[in-house]
């Protein structure tokens, strides 16, 4: 196994009548952020003729950024910047909850197949409050030996995204040639993630399965990645400087403290104008419902101790 930390997918409903299944790898118990991705959830290839697909209704959002990318389908987003646009294949969104936000997600009518992923990024302290805010992104094609990458978020291969970050991060797809091998030069502050889509593909000396999530942490300047089979494969590659602040996550709210998680659930249960209202949803349900709060106290996620050394992780 070498360096690479192997993480699983689990499968768990999104929220709404429809439930749709994803596939999570990130938060685990085994390993909450990378860098500042902090959620990584992998759904697809969904015939939407017999599943219905997408239908998010209405919710809130606080100090986190959503990443919205799609390898197959539509999806309709509405949310209280005012934004109403569609998430397309090759076309990067992503909203900026700051301070609060509230946004919906449908696939399209006209969508048969639904395939792809939706992340998240903690928002450093700096920047948690700030306004509300939506990015809509076409990152160009851009060709390596061996492979073809789209840079969604920081700098890869002497490219750089003009998508805003609050911290230094690193998010990309990569469609890897047939039987071939690439070696890509980053940065060794970062710690790294290869999420694969379709494959396997080999990280460094590690094997890894569709949905699963390989982690490599800071101190490598080169990433090697093979694709073991005959057919293109694809990955996203996520990258970050180390998160130095302890994450309070719950449901879909991202804080510090358990207080402010309270206050963040009882104003979006109040309708408060912390979050806006979105217009134009039309679905069954007009807004998520809060879940209760557990019995005990939030405890905010960090990566495990020793997490530089393979054999802390377990």
Request: include cysteine; glycine fraction near 10%.
């Amino acid at each position: 196994m070498g360096d690479v930390q192997l993480i699983t997918s689990r499968e768990v409903p999104l929220g709404g009548p429809r439930a749709m299944r994803v596939r999570r790898t990130l938060p685990q118990r085994a390993r909450s952020l990378i860098g500042a991705w902090c959620f990584v959830d992998h759904y697809g290839p969904d015939d939407v003729s017999s599943t219905g697909g997408m239908d998010v209704p209405p919710h809130p959002h606080t100090g986190l950024q959503t990443v919205s990318w799609l390898f197959t389908g539509e999806i309709e987003h509405r949310d209280t910047t005012g934004a109403h646009a569609l998430v397309r294949p090759g076309e990067v969104n992503i909203m900026t909850a700051g301070h609060g936000v509230a946004h919906s997600e449908v696939s399209t009518p006209g969508c048969d197949t639904l395939h792809g992923v939706q992340l998240w990024t903690v928002l450093p302290e700096a920047s948690r409050h700030s306004t509300r805010d939506f990015t809509h992104h076409v990152p160009e094609p851009l060709a390596l030996q061996g492979a073809e990458a789209r840079v969604l978020i920081g700098s890869l291969a002497g490219h750089t995204s003009p998508v805003p970050a609050y911290s230094p991060l690193l998010g990309a797809e990569l469609l890897l040639d047939p039987d071939t091998e690439i070696v890509l030069d980053v940065e060794p502050d970062f710690e790294h993630g290869v999420l694969v889509d379709a494959g396997p593909v080999r990280l460094q000396q590690t094997e890894l399965e569709p949905s699963e999530l390989g982690y490599l942490g800071p101190g490598h300047d080169r990433l090697r990645l093979t694709n073991l089979t005959d057919r293109p494969a694809r990955v996203m590659l996520l990258g970050g400087e180390p998160f130095p602040e302890p994450v309070m996550m719950w449901w879909n709210f991202i804080g510090r403290t358990h207080e402010e998680i309270v206050d963040y659930r009882t104003e979006w249960e109040a309708g408060s104008e912390r979050f806006g209202r979105v217009q134009g949803y039309t679905g069954s349900v007009q807004r998520l419902p809060a879940p209760p709060m557990p019995k005990v106290r939030l405890k905010p996620r960090m990566n495990p101790p020793g997490d530089g050394d393979p054999s802390a992780w377990g």
